[in-house]
């Protein structure tokens, strides 16, 4: 959020995130839905030790072994390791903003900073040294021999060419959770890798839109004139193209083999999706670029980009992040809705509701579907509703 | 007023013209050959040579050609003489267009054997838009009075209550809500079979009589049309509520209480009628994109709409009805942004625009 500190004034060091923090610490809705992405969140990244085919202690002829830390992938330990220092940020914040207060530099950004760097230098080892291990059906057949085995709670095999035909079509048991499939597959497997293309396509679609629409919209606003004008006409072109047409056609330009489907779904999503951050934020720079404080730093010969950066944009990005809340939401609406009709191959909650339509008999495989889409697309509506409000009530998105 | 307008209608040109030239573009740049892909699923493996030429007579007439253009080998064509096939390419369509002539459909007939967009739209457009009119004005009379007796007693039980139910509907996926109502109500096979579940129409709709053969409609339409309707409440119960909140604090609201009329005079007489205005706006605003966005219903229940057309010409890469539907489309949308803006202004005298 914006770093706008106000430090120095007697108790006054309340930052307008802090600000905004507290008034939705007050709010149930908001803790409440808030505790529910986080969890989803965990889910989606725990989803190897949940379920899965790969042990996490394995003991052989008296030598203990982790099998599963062998097999995570460098995008899996990449995800862990972000997600946990997300978590650790506030925390580390809180521990150094005494020494950094005193220090007289603010504390939020150079944490975040060090934070990316460690993220960054984390990832680039893995992916240059490190080669996860790729033996699918190894340990399930060796089950036996194992004196000691800690299997995840649902064993079973994720090789996509696998399936148990004999186990097909049965309801919730102990051994399924939540019932199996058409083809014997598992259904809580699904719904666990469906939660990760769901959080994936939530977080990094909407990140992309969100940074194009913030640029343009923030170049829009603040320069006016012809730029706008421009940035205008190409965003109306956005906008009249219905929705679905465009991604489906951007989706058979967009498919290169090189590119997992996932992303190309991401990617697709992102680029077709980033006018409601660039009408937000130019509405804002209007706004914003006649205030007293831009007329000051203005006449304090500061250039524009740094204008733009520290000042302008960061002041503007309240509404951006109520309009993110719901677009995730509304991404993950999109992709269902994508999976459903069958224009992507993604391991998709969509993709489970189609197959559940087929046979509505077996009620656990679009119930499980349903009620995760329905789960996920409610907490961010709710925790939208609840910043917007505590942003401002008035505020109209 | 007249100079705003004025400029608003010349500013639609280019941005139509990017909407076109964006789609033919991409559809024209995506890679695969959609003739070669029509032939073999129309008749199945042909002679290669035979082939050839009736899949290069097919692109001639449907405008898809690549010409090859610096004449080296003419087997091979590369990206740049791509690129400029493709303006080639867009300005005969656009020739074309100013003649009349908007091309024929790859994929699509309409019943009377008609091959070119216009009519193919025409005919779905009877299907799409009494459906979504019917279920815009369902989701107007469900939605104004909840967002009334919510802001009348602002915070009480029923606002918290409808705010989270709505909210709820609101997150209910289509998908999910139009397999359960097939599964549920309709003849899918779960509980009641009290609605038929595809198509418009009885097999046997033809020998009924009018007020029969209506019956026979309202029958068929009535879950799609609840499916459309569940999840725009939600908005415009919101907008409503918000919008008489606002007015209920002006201050005309207290003088005309202060004079001592009556509260529902002053609530429904006053209020009201100056919240309903942003309400018919936003209405306005967004009906293009539901009737763009009806491809789900139309697909769970099998309705051939103007969606399912857009989708599967989409899908099989139907240049000249992708082109046109966008045409269509966005003439619409950027209409209808025209008439939103121009409403407000009339509603509001204090809006004026230059």
Redesign the interface.
């Known amino acids: 959020m914006s770093d706008v500190e106000t430090t120095g004034g007697v108790g006054a060091s309340r930052t307008y995130g802090a600000i905004v923090w507290g008034q939705l610490r007050k709010r149930p809705s908001a803790m409440v839905s808030l505790g529910v992405i986080v969890l989803l969140a965990l889910v989606a990244i725990l989803a190897p030790f949940i379920a899965g085919e790969v042990p996490i202690r394995w003991v052989e002829n008296g030598r203990v072994s982790w099998p599963i830390f062998r097999y995570l992938s460098n995008g899996e330990y990449a995800a862990m390791l972000g997600f946990a220092l997300a978590l650790l940020l506030p925390l580390t914040v809180r521990l150094l903003r005494r020494r950094a207060h005193r220090a007289g530099t603010g504390g939020w950004r150079w944490v975040f900073l060090a934070h990316l760097a460690i993220w960054l230098v984390v990832l680039t080892s893995l992916v240059a040294w490190r080669e996860p291990e790729r033996r699918y059906g190894f340990y399930l057949e060796r089950a036996a021999e194992a004196e000691s085995a800690w299997f995840p709670l649902v064993a079973y095999p994720q090789n996509p060419g696998y399936r148990e035909l004999e186990f097909k079509e049965q309801p919730p048991s102990w051994e399924h959770l939540l019932g199996t499939g058409r083809l014997g597959d598992d259904v809580l497997l699904r719904i666990l890798y469906g939660a990760r293309t769901a959080m994936t396509i939530g977080f990094v679609a909407v990140g992309i839109g969100t940074a194009i629409g913030v640029v343009l919209g923030a170049m829009s606003g603040y320069f006016g004139g012809r730029t706008d004008l421009v940035l205008m ?2 965003t ?2 956005f ?8 991604i ?3 989706l ?2 967009i498919s290169a083999a090189w590119l997992p489907p996932l992303w190309t779904v991401v990617i697709v999503i992102g680029l077709t999706g980033w006018m409601w951050a660039y009408r937000l934020m130019r509405a804002e720079l209007l706004r914003i670029r006649s205030e007293d404080y831009m007329t000051a730093a203005r006449a304090l010969g500061i250039p524009t980009w740094r204008l733009l950066l520290r000042h302008a944009v960061p002041n503007g990005m309240a509404p951006i992040l109520v309009g993110a809340t719901f677009g995730v ?1 509304g991404a993950v ?1 999109l992709e ?2 994508l999976a ?2 069958g ?1 992507v191959q993604t391991p998709s909650w ?1 993709e489970m ?2 197959d ?2 087929q046979h ?2 077996y ?1 656990w495989v ?1 119930a499980s579907a ?1 009620g995760a ?2 789960l996920t ?2 907490v961010y ?2 925790l939208g ?1 609840a910043i917007r409000d505590a942003i401002d009530p ?1 505020l109209k998105i | 007023m007249k100079t705003y307008l004025a400029k608003r209608f010349l500013l639609m040109i280019p941005t139509l013209l990017g909407i076109t030239l964006l789609t033919y573009a991409l559809v024209r740049l995506a890679p695969g050959d959609p003739v070669e892909a029509m032939i073999r699923a129309q008749a199945g493996d042909i002679n290669p040579k035979v082939f050839a030429n009736e899949a290069d007579a097919i692109r001639e007439r449907l405008g898809l050609k690549n010409y090859n253009l610096w004449g080296k080998d003419p087997q091979k064509i590369d990206a740049l003489e791509k690129v400029v096939n493709v303006f080639y390419g867009y300005g005969r369509w656009m020739s074309h267009v100013l003649r009349g002539d908007f091309g024929e459909s790859m994929k699509y007939k309409t019943s009377d054997g008609s091959k070119s967009p216009p009519a193919l739209f025409w005919e779905r457009a009877g299907i799409t838009i009494p459906l979504n009119l019917v279920a815009q004005v369902a989701i107007f009379v469900i939605a104004i009075p909840v967002g009334l007796a919510a802001a009348r007693r602002r915070g009480g039980f029923f606002d918290r209550f409808s705010t989270i139910v709505l909210l709820g509907l609101y997150s209910v996926p289509s998908i999910l809500a139009g397999t359960l109502f097939i599964g549920f109500l309709g003849r899918g096979g779960l509980g009641l079979e009290w609605f038929p579940v595809a198509g418009l129409h009885s097999s046997a709709a033809e020998g009924l009589g009018r007020l029969a053969y209506l019956k026979d409609l309202l029958w068929h339409v009535a879950l799609p049309i609840a499916c459309m309707v569940y999840g725009g409440l939600a908005y415009l119960a919101k907008l409503g509520r918000a919008s008489l909140l606002e007015n209920l604090r002006a201050d005309y609201v207290r003088t005309a209480r202060a004079k001592g009329l009556s509260e529902g005079r002053v609530v429904y007489h006053h209020a009201f009628r100056n919240s309903l205005l942003p309400m018919i706006t936003t209405m306005v605003m967004t009906l293009p994109g539901l009737i763009g966005g009806s491809v789900i219903v139309e697909t769970i229940f099998s309705i051939h709409g103007m969606g399912l057309l857009m989708v599967g010409a989409a899908q099989a890469r139907d240049l000249s009805v992708i082109v046109f539907g966008t045409l269509v489309y966005g003439a619409i949308t950027l209409l209808a942004l025209v008439v939103g803006d121009v409403l407000y202004a009339w509603a509001d005298p204090r809006i004026r625009y230059e």
């Open positions: 006409r190409i109306e072109i906008i009249c193209i219905p929705g679905l047409i465009l489906i056609i951007a058979t330009v939401a609406f269902a809705s459903f009709l224009l969509g509701l189609n559940g339509r509505l008999e009620w679009w349903g889409i329905f697309v409610f509506n709710l509703e008035r």
